[in-house]
T-cell receptor
Framework: DAKTTQPTSMDCAEGRAANLPCNHS???????VYWYRQIHSQGPQYIIHGLKNNETNEMASLIITEDRKSSTLILPHATLRDTAVYYC???????????FGAGTRLFVKA | EAQVTQNPRYLITVTGKKLTVTCSQN?????MSWYRQDPGLGLRQIYY???????DKGDVPEGYKVSRKEKRNFPLILESPSPNQTSLYFC?????????????FGQGTRLTVV
């Protein structure tokens, strides 16, 4: 499984875009990039995933570099409720494990 | 509503007293798993199940048992709990066995062993 590097914490002003980077330079060809978030001590929540194309859904956008060694999760208009720990997780289609790293603690401030 | 339900949400017990944390999902998912979360150590996988009667160890299986007799249920059993099993536990399920599918998590069970 690929290892990931994410900033420990980030701040974002309410209403502004939050851009959360993730480095996954050892990602293999069959590994998708998943993003989850965990608000306080609730169960993690799925946000988005992608393989090599950029993806967008109602929650966020995912930008994956052409070499697939890094990605950025974009919350277009962050709100106070987006304050959470965000996890970037490479996961292969044949793997049974979802390995959570330390993630990025995002603070959205009024 | 699609959901993963864990019970109980909070439990305080004494060392050595067997306990079971239940997990049930209503999405007909094949894949289910258990995690524990501890400060500074993040989420670690305890056991997972690819389908009924098929289970395997995760990264921290010692002191835990699981069973998967029905597709919807995946209980976590602590035969003889110890204080180092005090933790926040999460159950998760997904539709594809290791495939491209999002995982749904329960709301967690906070266990304290004294």
């Amino acid at each position: 499984d690929a290892k990931t590097t994410q900033p420990t914490s980030m701040d974002c002003a309410e209403g502004r875009a939050a851009n959360l980077p993730c480095n996954h330079s050892t990602i293999s060809g069959n590994e998708y990039v998943y993003w989850y978030r965990q608000i306080h001590s609730q169960g993690p929540q799925y946000i988005i995933h992608g393989l090599k194309n950029n993806e967008t859904n109602e929650m966020a956008s995912l930008i994956i570099t052409e070499d697939r060694k890094s990605s950025t999760l974009i919350l277009p208009h962050a709100t106070l409720r987006d304050t959470a720990v965000y996890y970037c997780i490479p996961r292969s289609t044949g793997g049974f494990k979802t390995i959570f790293g330390a993630g990025t603690r995002l603070f959205v401030k009024a | 509503e699609a959901q993963v339900t864990q019970n109980p949400r909070y439990l305080i017990t004494v060392t050595g007293k067997k306990l079971t944390v239940t997990c049930s999902q209503n999405m007909n998912h094949e894949y289910m798993s258990w995690y524990r979360q501890d400060p500074g150590l993040g989420l670690r996988q305890i056991y997972y199940s690819m389908n009924v009667e098929v289970t395997d160890k995760g990264d921290v299986p010692e002191g835990y048992k699981v069973s998967r007799k029905e597709k919807r249920n995946f209980p976590l059993i602590l035969e003889s709990p110890s204080p180092n099993q005090t933790s926040l536990y999460f159950c998760a399920s997904s539709s594809a066995t290791g495939g491209v599918a999002e995982a749904f998590f329960g709301q967690g069970t906070r266990l304290t062993v004294v």
